[in-house]
């Protein structure tokens, strides 16, 4: 036999809308998703999981078209990183890892390392 799933387990209970509530009724213009922060008591949500949850929220309460979603995130590296992050429903990305990257094999003038990637 196979147990049935309960109705609890479909539901992204482990994300707290109430910001983002909020933050659409007040009237701010972004939303931004971070995964800086992250420490032994808080631990980093996948930033496709979590930008597909509050996209779907917020087109469930009609408010999506009224706010834009910023992803802040150390995961996307490639280019099909960025393309389903835009899918899932990100306005704007910040690779603040990717950056750091660049910049620091800039300041290290390693221009070969930049061409090579």
Same mark, same amino acid.
């Given at each position: 036999m196979k147990p049935e799933r309960e109705e609890k387990d479909l539901n992204w209970q482990w994300?707290?809308?109430?910001?983002?509530?909020? #933050?659409?009724?007040?009237?701010?213009?972004?939303?931004?998703?971070?995964?800086?922060?992250?420490d032994e008591n808080r631990a980093p949500i996948p930033s496709l999981m979590a930008v597909s949850a509050v996209h779907h929220h917020l087109i469930e309460k009609r408010k999506r078209m009224q706010i834009d979603i910023v992803v802040e995130s150390a995961e996307p590296r490639e280019v099909?990183?960025? #393309?389903?992050?835009?899918?899932?429903? #990100?306005s704007i990305i910040n690779p603040y890892l990717s950056f750091a990257v660049i910049d620091r094999l800039v300041k290290e003038k390693h221009p070969a390392r930049l061409s090579e990637s």
């Open positions: 994300i707290n809308y109430v910001p983002t509530r909020r #933050a659409v009724d007040e009237g701010k213009n972004y939303i931004i998703l971070s995964d800086r922060g992250i099909m990183h960025f #393309a389903l992050l835009f899918g899932y429903g #990100a």
